[in-house]
C-alpha cells in the first residue's frame, strides 16, 4: 500500500539550531513529493516540491529538501531555525486525486 | 486575489443532524478535494473530484457526501451516519500538474 511516513512527532529545538525532519514515502511509479507546513491558526502553505530533475530543492523561508531516491527519503532541512519556524510540517506524495500526507511533526522552537 | 473560501469557520452540529460545509474556489481548478484533520493522523482524504458531475471517495468516505455540479464549488455533507465528526476540515483545489492550494479550513464541533 502507498504510504508517507514522517519520524518525528514533535521536535524541540533552540533558535538558530540546524533542522532535520525526516520523511519517507513508498509507493511506485511517477514521484511527486511535497512539503507543506501549518503555522498556528493559519491554512497549509506550500513550502517546496519536487516533481522531477536536480533532487535538492529549495523553498520558500531558507528551507530545502533532498529526494534520495535510493532510501525512499524526502527529508526536510534548514540551517538556523527561527522562532517564527514553530508550526507543523507535513510531508506528502503522490499524484492528483491520490495524494498522501504523513501525519505531520510539530516543531517547537525555543526563543 | 485567487484563493479557496471555506465556510463556516467554526460549525457546531447536534448529534443526528446533517450540516454542509461550502468550499469555493477562483482558481479556474479542475480538481477539488476534501480532507480531515485529526491531531496527530495527519491530513485524511474523504472525497475528490477531478472534473464537474464527477467525484471518487477517498480513504474515509463513510457519512460524507458530496456534489460538484460547478467547477467553483465543492460542498461537502456531514451526514449522522459519520460516527465521530468532531473534527479539522480541510478544501483543496489543483490545476493539472500543480501542488495543491488549500483553504483555511472549518472547525465542526458535536454537541
Known amino acids: 500500500a502507498q504510504s508517507v511516513s514522517q519520524h518525528n512527532h514533535h521536535v524541540i529545538l533552540s533558535e538558530a539550531a540546524s533542522l532535520e525532519l525526516g520523511c519517507n514515502y513508498s509507493y511506485g511509479g511517477t514521484v511527486n513529493l511535497f512539503w507543506y507546513v501549518q503555522y498556528p491558526g493559519q491554512h497549509l502553505q506550500l513550502l517546496l516540491k519536487?516533481?522531477?530533475?536536480?533532487?535538492l530543492v529549495k523553498g520558500i523561508k531558507g528551507f530545502e529538501a533532498e529526494f534520495i531516491k535510493s532510501k525512499f527519503s524526502f527529508n526536510l532541512r534548514k540551517p538556523s531555525v527561527q522562532w517564527s519556524d514553530t508550526a507543523e510540517y507535513f510531508c506528502?506524495?503522490?499524484?492528483?486525486?491520490?495524494?498522501?500526507f504523513g501525519k505531520g511533526t510539530k516543531l517547537s522552537v525555543k526563543p | 486575489d485567487g484563493g479557496i473560501t471555506q465556510s463556516p469557520k467554526y460549525l457546531f452540529r447536534k448529534e443526528g443532524q446533517n450540516v454542509t460545509l461550502s468550499c469555493e474556489q477562483n482558481l479556474n481548478h479542475d480538481a477539488m478535494y476534501w480532507y480531515r484533520q485529526d491531531p496527530g493522523q495527519g491530513l485524511r482524504l474523504i472525497y475528490y473530484s477531478q472534473i464537474v458531475n464527477d467525484f471518487q471517495k477517498g480513504d474515509i468516505a463513510e457519512g460524507y457526501s458530496v456534489s460538484r455540479e460547478k467547477k467553483e464549488s465543492f460542498p461537502l455533507t456531514v451526514t449522522s451516519a459519520q460516527k465521530n465528526p468532531t473534527a479539522f476540515y480541510l478544501c483543496?483545489?489543483?490545476?493539472?500538474?500543480?501542488?495543491?492550494?488549500f483553504g483555511s479550513g472549518t472547525r465542526l464541533t458535536v454537541v
Open positions: 519536487y516533481f522531477s530533475g536536480d533532487p
Open positions: 506528502a506524495g503522490g499524484s492528483q486525486g491520490n495524494l498522501i
Open positions: 483543496a483545489s489543483s490545476g493539472t500538474g500543480e501542488s495543491y492550494t
